[in-house]
């Protein structure tokens, strides 16, 4: 197959975090995991925008799971997706061998690493170049609340943060180390957030790229609305679910030949892969 | 810096508590900390102490709680210590699963609807058959702990059964398969499980052979090395004589690092047998939903 690049992303600044910046009465949209669904990133970019969203973020782990790799760097692209990078990036990117998910099942590996391969085939070289350099954290100061934006947790990339596995002094703590009011990240492909001290908040904004566990086909993103955007507040966090085209997905999943489970889990909205390092609460939530 | 081969505790994540002491019902061969009903080596931790420890723990900003002995049931207050630490944080209990009663089992469950938290089982079998799990942990010890593991699920537990491996590391897959099989027939239809391997220490030492001399972590081997697999790295444990550096060298005088939590964030020099096999084999005593590879970090500024 010919692996073409679009030219947008040849520039290489575009789809990249600016940092610092300084943004007043705003609403912005944060994506997280994509997992190759380019069909839910292209129908979040036109949800988020339909409800005013201005800024546009991802939150990284464009690769994995769903089909043709490459597609979801157009929608990056034409609709100026800031991203910062996931595991699944920094591997992909610097041609490591596994996801970096750090699972131990033989099982889990095995569906990790039929879908690391087929992403790491079928992403071509200029976007393997792009993902390897995105910075792993973002900071935005909007309307003086400072903002933290990462993958799994400031410290670590690939850091699992579960809402029954995570205490709230741990996240106060976090929050108090890196000096933010709001922390968004993703990573466990489930959406949460924790109130914590002084008005700040953990947000977990959800994944683009599988439903929830939950026997729904539906994915999550979320809105940050600050200043006159949100009366209730210094600020306002709204998740949102995103239908999309699903069962096109999934079709296309068969045609390249992805494993059954996948699709399984995009039809039904239940996780048949990777379950091991589910905590009770969230396994329990499950079928499997 | 510390000279090597010294580890720096990179953040207090897990609190463990040594809850039951030394005290166990049963007396496996394998112990590592050589657990039997008349140790009291180290004592039971009450409530009270362990509500002290947890309202000490927030300034550390702990992640996840984690309670051993011994056998933790056998500690009468163990019951109402995991419900005020379901308050606090996800809390993991270590036991035999051999001597529940089903109305510690019923509060139990209704403190985990309570929490935000999760409140995980980690139930000690070791091997899919009486005849690989009797000798090592007792005569009737399987049957014992498998009518355990179906109490458990009874209450809607799924309890994470862990097995020291007494087997070669390359039959692990075929152990495991097995021991899924055995669980599905027992009603735990989505078992989870995992291996330990050995440690060379307390009873263990007796039963097979202790460490050698060159078994030990080297200046040069933690060149290169991922210290945060350690667990001594990002846990401390209670035990009724003040903080220790981790739950497996509490017989080393070493090991116990003070009185407060601030004391024991002291660095650890790796100079024990069993951290040869921690440095071999990783994270070896927390769950799998913590593990994670370190991976390095960049900011755009
Ligand atoms: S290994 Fe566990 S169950 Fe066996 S004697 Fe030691 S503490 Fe008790
Ligand atoms: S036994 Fe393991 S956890 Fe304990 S100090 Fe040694 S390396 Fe660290």
């Not at chain 1, 609403?27 to 994509?34: M, R, Y």
């Not at chain 1, 041609?95 to 569906?111: A, E, K, L």
């Not at chain 1, 045609?255 to 990777?274: A, D, Y």
Request: aromatic share 10%; with cysteine.
């Amino acid at each position: 197959m010919l692996l073409v690049c679009g030219d947008g992303l040849n520039d290489r600044n575009i789809g990249r975090l600016n940092l610092s910046n300084l943004i007043n009465t705003m609403q912005l949209a944060f994506f997280g995991g994509v997992y190759n669904n380019y069909l839910a990133l292209d129908a979040a970019v036109r949800d988020a925008r339909g409800r005013g969203a201005e800024k546009l973020y991802c939150l990284g782990d464009l690769g994995a799971f769903g089909p043709h790799p490459d597609r979801v760097f157009d929608v990056i692209h034409d609709a100026g997706v800031e991203c910062i990078q996931g595991n699944y990036d920094n591997g992909i990117g610097n041609g490591m061998d596994n996801c970096q998910c750090g699972y131990t099942d033989p099982r889990d590996n095995h569906f990790a690493q039929i879908s690391y391969d087929y992403t790491y085939e079928n992403t071509s070289q200029c976007h393997r170049d792009w993902m390897k350099e995105l910075p792993t954290e973002g900071r935005l100061e909007l309307d003086g609340l400072s903002v933290l934006l990462c993958h799994g947790s400031p410290r670590k990339t690939n850091e699992f943060l579960w809402q029954s596995t995570t205490s709230t002094h741990f996240l106060n703590k976090l929050a108090d180390d890196f000096e933010s009011e709001l922390i968004f990240g993703t990573h466990t492909g489930i959406h949460w957030e924790r109130e914590l001290s002084r008005n700040r908040r953990f947000v977990n904004v959800g994944v683009l790229g599988r439903p929830e566990n939950d026997g729904r086909t539906n994915v999550w993103y979320t809105l940050l609305r600050t200043g006159d955007d949100a009366p209730s507040g210094p600020y306002e966090i709204e998740f949102v679910p995103l239908v999309y085209d699903h069962e096109r997905l999934a079709r296309e999943m068969a045609g390249e030949k992805l494993p059954e489970e996948f699709i399984e889990t995009i039809m039904s909205g239940w996780w048949s892969t990777c379950l091991e390092v589910l905590p009770s609460k969230e396994r329990r939530a499950g079928i499997y | 810096m510390v000279d090597c081969p010294t580890v720096e505790l990179q953040a207090l994540d897990e609190l463990w508590f040594q809850v039951a002491g030394t005290r166990c019902n049963l007396k496996c061969t394998h112990c590592f900390i050589s657990c039997s009903p008349h140790n009291d080596s180290f004592g039971y931790l009450g409530l009270e102490e362990v509500e002290r420890r947890l309202k000490e723990s927030i300034e550390h900003g702990v992640k996840e709680y984690y309670f051993t002995g011994g056998e933790p049931f056998l500690n009468r207050e163990m019951v109402p210590i995991l419900e005020l630490t379901l308050q606090y944080g996800p809390a993991t209990v270590l036991t035999n699963a051999t001597v529940f009663k089903t109305d510690w089992l019923e509060r139990l469950r209704d403190a985990e609807a309570a929490s935000i938290y999760s409140l995980e089982f980690r139930v000690s079998i070791d091997g899919p058959t009486p005849e690989i799990n009797d000798p090592i942990r007792g005569e009737n010890t399987f049957e014992r702990a498998m009518r355990g593991v179906q109490m458990l699920v009874e209450y809607g537990f799924m309890p994470i059964i862990t097995m020291t491996r007494t087997w070669e590391l390359e039959e692990d897959q075929d152990v495991l398969g097995r021991f899924r099989q055995v669980l599905h027939e027992y009603g735990y239809t989505r078992p989870r499980l995992k291996v330990l391997p050995r440690l060379q220490i307390g009873a263990e030492a007796t039963r097979t052979e202790g460490y050698g001399v060159h078994d030990r972590v080297t200046c040069e081997m933690m060149d290169d090395y991922d210290a945060g697999q350690l667990i001594c790295t990002h846990s401390r444990i209670v035990t009724d004589r003040g903080v220790a550096v981790c739950p497996i060298l509490l017989e080393a005088p070493d090991a116990h690092l003070g009185q407060s939590l601030s004391d024991a964030r002291t660095p650890f020099a790796l100079s024990h047998g069993a951290c040869y096999t921690c440095y071999q084999y990783g994270a070896i005593c927390t769950n799998t939903s913590v593990n994670q590879i370190e991976q390095s970090r960049s900011t755009i500024t």
